[in-house]
Nanobody
Framework: QVQLVESGGGLVQAGGSLRLSCAAS????????MGWYREAPGKQRELVAT??????SYADAVKGRFTISRDNARNTVYLQMNSLEPEDTAVYYC????????????????WGQGTQVTVSS
């Protein structure tokens, strides 16, 4: 059983900054990959950024403005969002790929409940 809890969402003006946090808890041996997705009104959920052990990837729409990072000791992933635009308005979801049992090594995918980010003009 693994739980992901997001925080840091809110209302911000265009050009402002916001930092999202996602903390994982429960039976965790290792988190291989963590990432952020977002779901805007009327649109499908899309990838924002992911981070593995040593690599990161970003959607073209946020590259250069957003930065993903992780704190392995706290099982936490962050998303620093700068130069926010109204188009960034969405519910942001945290995802983790988790190894629960070191002896079996099976990977499982978990999702957080989402946090609302609203960017006003």
């Amino acid at each position: 059983q693994v739980q992901l809890v997001e925080s840091g969402g809110g209302l911000v003006q265009a050009g402002g900054s916001l930092r999202l946090s996602c903390a994982a808890s429960g039976s965790i041996f290792r988190i291989n990959t963590m990432g952020w997705y977002r779901e805007a009104p009327g649109k499908q959920r899309e990838l924002v950024a992911t981070i593995g052990s040593s690599t990161t990837s970003y959607a073209d729409a946020v590259k250069g403005r957003f930065t993903i990072s992780r704190d392995n000791a706290r099982n936490t992933v962050y998303l620093q969002m700068n130069s926010l635009e109204p188009e960034d308005t969405a519910v942001y979801y945290c995802k983790a790929i988790v190894v629960v049992d070191r002896n079996r090594g099976n990977q499982y995918q978990y999702w957080g409940q989402g946090t609302q980010v609203t960017v006003s003009s």
